[in-house]
């Protein structure tokens, strides 16, 4: 199961399908549907969303388009912008109008995740990431505001999705790259650890499981995420230098595991027999005793061939099956 699979790696398997046909008809165990946000033209390639970001849809940040320019600039007083800012309406139902028509479509037949954000990554994206980091040192009060008004109005879609119908929830925020967290672990548990387990609750309340993602080298914030209840940890990056078998002993008596084959180098440019073998070695480090989905170590992005896509798939089949056999 993918956080995200590019439409052009489904064109390349199954050409001219629709992408629910896809999920339905290939051998994977379930789909993960984000919000649709609404936007609005102002240059080619460049669109501002509901929330004000201006984006570029040339270049991809991760599965979004990339924002561009921050909409409360360094010269304007946050606290003042807050008095007259509004978002955009939870209710509008075209923003959960994909995952509709997915859990219409798949209910029973393919687990079904709402991706989700919470408290950090549309905050710094309408502030500016530099500075809203600088806010949690001089504008604590507003870092905190703008925190919950983003987590309150994506929680109003969790419970919508909730109400729709899926099978588990992902907050999709990443706190860390490659050389580690991009603020300390203090900061960190008081602007978005409170926000992220207000998420958590809801999922849990209804039921569902709560599965985290983060990119990046996150071993020194491990425990932490397991203290807010999460029951499932995503993507547990190699190129990171996260080991999914030293994750797996440190807290896989605590949550599931979902990872890891290599996006960023092996599936985009090995070949199948190297797609396989890594696969091979993630299912001997992670799956013993269960709680482990295989997966990319982020998404199937639109640089991956189609057959080491396949060869993941394949032999995730034919090696992952109980009892272990490898």
């Avoid at 949690?136 to 505001?145: C, D, G, I």
């Avoid at 482990?292 to 639109?302: D, G, K, P, Q």
Wanted: aromatic share 10%; glycine share 8%; net charge negative.
């Amino acid at each position: 199961m993918e956080l995200s699979i590019d439409p052009a790696v489904i064109e390349r398997i199954m050409p001219g399908v629709h992408w629910l046909d896809f999920y339905e008809n290939y051998d994977i165990d379930g789909i993960s549907v984000m919000y649709d946000l609404q936007y609005e033209d102002v240059a080619p390639n460049v669109k501002r969303d509901c929330f004000g970001i201006l984006r570029n849809f040339k270049e991809m940040h991760g599965m979004f388009p990339t924002p561009i320019e921050p909409v409360i600039k360094a010269d304007i007083d946050p606290m003042e912008f807050l008095k007259s800012f509004e978002m955009p309406n939870p209710k509008d139902p075209r923003i959960l109008a994909p995952l509709k028509e997915a859990v219409e479509r798949l209910k029973g037949k393919k687990a079904v995740a709402f991706i989700m954000h919470s408290s950090l990554i549309y905050p710094a994206w309408l502030r500016g990431f530099d500075n809203y980091l600088m806010d949690y040192y001089t504008n604590p009060e507003f870092a905190f505001e703008l925190a919950n008004i983003f987590t309150d109005w994506f929680v109003d879609l969790e419970k919508q999705a909730i109400d729709i119908g899926v099978d588990l929830i992902v907050d999709g925020e990443d706190y860390s790259g490659k050389q580690g967290l991009w603020m300390s672990e203090e900061h960190l548990k008081e602007f978005v650890m409170p926000g992220l387990k207000k998420a958590i609750k809801v999922a849990q309340d209804a039921g569902l499981p709560f599965v985290k993602h983060c990119d990046g080298g996150i071993y020194p914030i491990l425990n932490l995420l397991v203290e807010q209840g999460i029951d499932c940890l995503n993507p547990i990056e190699p190129a990171a230098g996260m080991d999914i078998g030293e994750v797996k002993e440190l807290i896989g008596d605590k949550v599931a595991l979902w990872g890891n084959i290599d996006c960023s180098h092996l599936l985009s440019f090995g070949k199948p027999e190297d797609v396989e073998k890594a696969t091979i070695e993630c299912i001997r480090a992670a799956s013993p005793g269960g709680g482990h989905i295989i997966s990319s170590s982020n998404t199937i992005h639109e640089l991956v061939p189609a057959k080491n896509f396949m060869a993941m798939v394949e032999t995730t089949r034919k090696y992952g099956n109980y009892p272990l056999n490898l």
